[in-house]
């Protein structure tokens, strides 16, 4: 199974954001499994790469040729596929990946999540999608989205196709019930 997973391009002021994050490339390499993400060095982008690398994960970064000088492109993912627009590389990660988890970031990695999210809400896509809710980052915005199905412009079953977990491993065993599910 292939994860691709969205995160800042920084690292925030909190070590538990870059403990997650190396934690997270860690279980998707003992897993087997395969990391696609956006292909830069800077951040938590490159905490997650590097420690996938470490434990024998393969991992394809997809990067806008633009952004190889401004985000740095990573010198040792498995495979760096260049792409010519944001449009490009969210469609090519979107392609790759079998599930999507979204890390603490800022607004690139929120607009990603959304983007994925939508997609499946308009049933392009049946991949299953989650947050990992480190350090109860992700709360406001889960209450926020609640707010959005208590008045009435969100579906209670959409809602919950958002899965969120502070544990990794129980986040990435919903991920995969889901995933196997869907394939049935
Ligand atoms: P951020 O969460 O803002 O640190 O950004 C995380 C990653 O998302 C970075 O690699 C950004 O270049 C990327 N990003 C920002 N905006 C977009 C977008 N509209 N489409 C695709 N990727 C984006």
Same mark, same amino acid.
């Given at each position: ?8 391009? @920084? ?35 490159? @905490? ?108 209670? @079953? ?15 065993? @919903? ?10």
């Amino acid at each position: 199974m292939k994860i691709c997973v969205y995160l800042g391009s @920084r690292e925030g002021n909190d070590p538990r954001f870059v403990e997650a994050t190396e934690a997270l490339g860690r279980a998707i390499a003992s897993r087997g499994w395969g990391l696609v993400y956006g292909g830069a060095r800077n951040g938590l982008m490159g @905490r997650l790469a590097d420690a996938c690398l470490a434990g024998g994960g393969e991992v394809i970064g997809v990067i806008p040729e633009h952004l190889v000088q401004r985000e740095v492109s990573h010198p040792s993912v498995t495979r760096l596929i260049r792409v010519d627009s944001m449009h490009e590389r969210k469609a090519a990660m979107a392609a790759h990946a079998d599930a999507f988890v979204a890390l603490p970031g800022g607004i690139g990695t929120l607009e990603e999540l959304f983007e994925i999210w939508t997609w499946r809400y308009l049933a392009l896509h049946a991949k299953p999608l989650g947050v990992l809710n480190t350090a109860d980052f992700y709360t406001p915005l889960l209450t926020f989205l609640d707010t959005t199905v208590e008045h009435g412009f969100l579906d209670r @079953r959409t809602r919950e196709t958002l899965i969120a977990d502070e544990q990794i491993e129980s986040l990435l065993d @919903r991920l995969a019930r889901v995933h196997a599910e869907a394939a049935l």
